[in-house]
């Protein structure tokens, strides 16, 4: 055995206080991610600056985790598709492309209400809306059209208490507006986890329902 080996098993037999002792040891000489180095601060730094922000901001960030899981994790997983690298400002968060049809998705994290899953009739909820907001010619830009993408992805963590629970429904089958059906209707009802003819798990199932 290498005194490399010798010493990660050394390291593997530590107790949980004896590894937390020698990595802050040896924080200083490792960068975590480069963010560090842009924003000239430990990613420590930056996680107590988001375990101190309002509601409001932890939500953000809690939603471009789910995009980020999704665009990492998720999407290299699905077989005969190949991902199309994201647009800037683009009303859609990923882009599937398979014999040339391309299928646009729109990634939201399940709804939240005091900390918990916000429930409606029921039903878990998704608000399905831009975040900023702002106006153009009078009309508000947060509202979603019908036109902007073609599949709705759904991160369940709040429930399922995982980041890899998604749940899947091509944007047709949204409720629209009463007053203007062009746009989305900002509360979406969720099922259950699982498949209802309609909205789905299975992010392939979604993707063959997408006409």
């Not at 429930?119 to 902007?148: D, I, W």
Request: charged residues 25%; hydrophobic residues 40%.
């Amino acid at each position: 055995m290498s005194d490399w080996q010798a010493l990660l098993s050394a390291i593997r037999l530590c107790t949980a206080e004896q590894k937390q002792e020698i990595f802050a040891e040896v924080r200083d000489s490792i960068l975590i991610h480069n963010l560090e180095r842009s924003f000239h601060v430990r990613a420590e730094v930056i996680l107590e600056a988001i375990a101190r922000s309002p509601d409001i901001t932890q939500r953000g960030v809690r939603g471009l985790i789910a995009e980020c899981v999704f665009v990492m994790d998720v999407l290299p997983t699905v077989k005969g598709w190949e991902s199309e690298p994201a647009v800037p400002e683009a009303s859609y968060d990923a882009c599937l492309i398979k014999d040339g049809r391309r299928v646009r998705i729109q990634v939201k994290m399940q709804r939240r209400e005091a900390g918990q899953p916000m429930l409606r009739r029921g039903q878990h909820v998704v608000e399905v809306q831009r975040t900023r907001t702002g106006n153009k010619n009078g009309e508000s830009t947060r509202p979603y059209r019908f036109t902007e993408f073609d599949l709705l992805a759904v991160a369940m963590q709040a429930s399922t208490g995982s980041w890899h629970s998604f749940m899947y429904v091509p944007t047709k089958n949204l409720t629209p507006k009463r007053d203007k059906p062009e746009e989305i209707e900002t509360f979406q009802s969720v099922p259950e986890f699982g498949d209802d003819g309609v909205w789905t798990s299975d992010l392939l199932t979604a993707l063959s329902r997408v006409k």
